[in-house]
């Protein structure tokens, strides 16, 4: 199953459940994300503004034609660096069923090569404090904990 051909697409409006499904699927985004059926309209206009914003990209991997994975990429410019550009890479998910075959890997491999073809001159991500599985695993990509983050609920 795990040599089954990977492909990536742009998320489309009926991938929306599959994709929250993924997000609510581990101990935080349980308690964040809301999967009634149908989905609250809040998530189908988030889903309509990524896809309007040419700087945004929801890309959904696909194995046999079935959502293995989800990630946002957003492409911002700054002035900082020289006018760099920046991808920053969130919302990472791999359906249960298919963790642990280094799709996670493929999925930041096909990110990151995204980027490069887009100009950016660094990628960044922001991780949960509470996810040390996943801080080992961007170390294992290569990504440097040079910044510490902020965020205040409104």
Same mark, same amino acid.
């Given at each position: 199953?795990?040599?089954?051909?990977?492909?990536?697409?742009?998320?489309?409006?009926?991938?929306?459940?599959?994709?929250?499904?993924?997000?609510?699927?581990?101990?935080?985004?349980?308690?964040?994300?809301?999967?009634?059926?149908?989905?609250?309209?809040?998530?189908?206009?988030?889903?309509?503004?990524?896809?309007?914003?040419?700087?945004?990209?929801?890309?959904? &991997?696909?194995?046999?034609?079935?959502?293995? !994975?989800?990630?946002?990429?957003? /492409?911002?410019?700054?002035? =900082? @660096?020289?006018? #760099?550009?920046?991808?920053?890479?969130?919302?990472?998910?791999?359906?249960?069923?298919?963790?642990?075959?280094?799709?996670?890997?493929?999925?930041?491999?096909? &990110?990151?090569?995204?980027?490069?073809?887009? !100009?950016?001159?660094?990628?960044? /991500?922001?991780?949960?404090? =509470? @996810?040390?599985? #996943?801080?080992?695993?961007?170390?294992?990509?290569?990504?440097?904990?040079?910044?510490?983050?902020?965020?205040?609920?409104?």
């Amino acid at each position: 199953m795990m040599d089954e051909p990977l492909t990536f697409r742009p998320a489309c409006e009926a991938d929306l459940f599959g994709i929250v499904e993924m997000l609510a699927d581990d101990p935080l985004g349980e308690l964040r994300e809301d999967l009634r059926a149908p989905l609250p309209e809040a998530y189908r206009a988030a889903f309509c503004a990524i896809e309007s914003d040419p700087n945004q990209l929801l890309v959904v &991997a696909e194995r046999n034609g079935a959502l293995v !994975g989800t990630l946002q990429l957003s /492409l911002l410019p700054g002035l =900082a @660096r020289q006018g #760099a550009w920046r991808g920053q890479i969130e919302a990472v998910r791999i359906a249960r069923d298919h963790r642990g075959g280094k799709l996670g890997e493929a999925m930041f491999n096909w &990110a990151i090569d995204e980027c490069r073809a887009r !100009g950016c001159s660094l990628v960044q /991500l922001t991780t949960d404090k =509470a @996810r040390p599985d #996943a801080h080992r695993f961007y170390d294992r990509l290569g990504f440097e904990p040079t910044h510490v983050g902020y965020k205040l609920k409104l």
